[in-house]
């Protein structure tokens, strides 16, 4: 069964620092990874996606994330923060059949400091 | 474009009242889920419907129903609230046999039940 482990449930990062956000997963298939982001009061919106072509996969608002498969990890980082990339991070695995489900990690709250 | 419309946003409820969560979506999506969303644990699963006439259960699925309406709409009912369902609901739509099979997420709708 597929599972999505988020290390890390708070990360603190200053204005203008790179940022890394940690995410490994367990498969019995090649996977199909995501990375989503929620802003306070908000839905989840898609940062960028893993479906098995280039494994470094650039996304909007500057982030990027690389698939190891060796590591099992797709990480999320990005090259400066600024104030507004305070929000939640979702990494999540797509089920594997055909249902569509996806399996969310447990969450990582960014916080960002002048 | 609207996308995926959750009513209502928030809402309050008494133990034992009941309520339904409704879902619309128009991007013509065969695929719709409902996940809740609590700190700590990421969002989960309750229900899915992976294409219209059918419904599954998900990670979570007791102490809910859902009806899946006709393709765009698909709503979850609480029969009888308990205070353990108070959480963060959001509705979810994609192409379950699509390639890249991301998620579409709605606004989230705030259930507090006291």
């Known amino acids: 069964a597929q599972s999505v482990t988020q290390l890390g449930s708070h990360v603190s990062v200053s204005e203008g620092a790179l940022f890394l956000l940690r995410c490994n997963y367990s498969?019995?298939?090649?996977?199909?990874l995501f990375w989503y982001v929620q802003y306070p009061n908000q839905g989840l919106q898609l940062l960028l996606k893993?479906?098995?072509?280039?494994?470094l996969v650039k996304g909007i608002n500057g982030f990027e994330a690389e698939f190891k498969k060796s590591e099992t990890s797709f990480h999320l980082t990005k090259p400066s923060a600024h104030m507004s990339d305070a929000a939640e991070y979702f990494c999540?695995?797509?089920?594997?059949?055909?249902?569509?489900?996806?399996?969310f990690g447990q969450g990582t709250t960014l916080q960002v400091k002048p | 474009n609207a996308g995926v419309t959750q009513t209502p946003k928030f809402q309050v409820l008494k133990t034992g009242q009941s309520m339904t969560l409704q879902c619309a979506q128009d991007?013509?999506?065969?695929?719709m889920y409902w996940y809740r969303q609590d700190p700590g644990m990421g969002l989960r699963l309750i229900y899915y419907?992976?294409?219209?006439?059918?419904?599954d259960k998900g990670e979570v699925p007791n102490g809910y129903n859902v009806s899946r309406l006709n393709k765009r709409e698909f709503s979850l009912r609480l029969e009888s609230a308990a205070p353990s369902q108070t959480s963060v609901y959001f509705c979810?739509?994609?192409?379950?046999?699509?390639?890249?099979?991301?998620?579409?997420f709605g606004e989230g709708s705030r259930l507090t039940v006291l």
């Open positions: 979810a739509s994609g192409r379950a046999g699509s390639n890249t099979g991301e998620l579409f």
């Open positions: 498969s019995s298939v090649p996977p199909y």
């Open positions: 893993y479906t098995s072509a280039a494994t």
């Open positions: 999540a695995v797509r089920d594997s059949g055909n249902t569509g489900k996806l399996i």
């Open positions: 991007m013509n999506h065969n695929s």
């Open positions: 419907s992976a294409s219209e006439g059918t419904t």
